[in-house]
């Protein structure tokens, strides 16, 4: 089974777009890019994740940067 893409998961973890959007201060079309392309540019991982701090959202595990299992943030 082909894994989900990264910015699937994102979206889905946030509730969906609009609320992803919401939650980094940005147009809904922006969120839209990064699906329809499959891609989050590198320079917005560490405002998602601030973001989902913020939210109390869990991201994947495989996000780039999350801590690894068994070590403290």
Do not use: C
Not at 7 to 19: C, S, W, Y
Not at 24 to 49: C, E, F, H, K, M
């Amino acid at each position: 089974m082909p894994k989900v893409p990264l910015p699937d998961r994102v979206i889905t973890a946030f509730g969906g777009r609009a609320k992803l959007a919401r939650a980094l201060g940005l147009r809904y079309t922006t969120v839209d890019g990064w699906q329809r392309s499959g891609n989050i540019p590198d320079w917005r991982l560490a405002p998602i994740r601030d973001a989902a701090r913020d939210h109390n959202i869990i991201l994947p595990e495989d996000f780039p940067g999350q801590p690894s299992a068994g070590h403290a943030a």
